[in-house]
Nanobody, 124 residues
Framework: VQLQASGGGLVQAGDSLRLSCAASGRPFGIYGVGWFRQTPGKEREFVAGVHWSTSTTFYGDSVKGRFLVSRGDASILLYLSMNSLKPEDTAVYFC??????????????????WGQGTLVTVSS
């Protein structure tokens, strides 16, 4: 499956933004999908994810209560609605998908497919 994240941009602190993750098709057998982010010199960080069959959502501690992850329809696999954005949310955001049930949904190493990232910049 091929993934492509979009929707990033430059916003001010307190603003909202919605990211989309498009898939090349309707991937069958997916176990989970997630959003991660990365800044230069830092490891990729889990942001939010969905257990596909149950639609159970999971969030990183730094975004709980501000971000909302949701499944899409048609060609969009996943959305990430980001509210009350902070300068520390500035990063390249990636969407990813996994087929294996082994390991936790917030673990970078368990994801099989990654899309190109989209840059989110939050100014103070």
């Amino acid at each position: 499956v091929q993934l492509q994240a979009s929707g990033g941009g430059l916003v001010q602190a307190g603003d909202s933004l919605r990211l989309s993750c498009a898939a090349s098709g309707r991937p069958f057998g997916i176990y989970g999908v997630g959003w991660f982010r990365q800044t230069p010199g830092k490891e990729r960080e889990f942001v939010a994810g969905v257990h596909w069959s149950t639609s159970t959502t999971f969030y990183g501690d730094s975004v709980k209560g501000r971000f909302l992850v949701s499944r899409g329809d048609a060609s969009i696999l996943l959305y990430l609605s980001m509210n009350s954005l902070k300068p520390e949310d500035t990063a390249v955001y990636f969407c990813a998908a996994r087929y294996s049930a082994r390991g936790s949904l917030d673990s970078v190493e368990t994801y099989d497919y990654w899309g190109q990232g989209t840059l989110v910049t939050v100014s103070s």
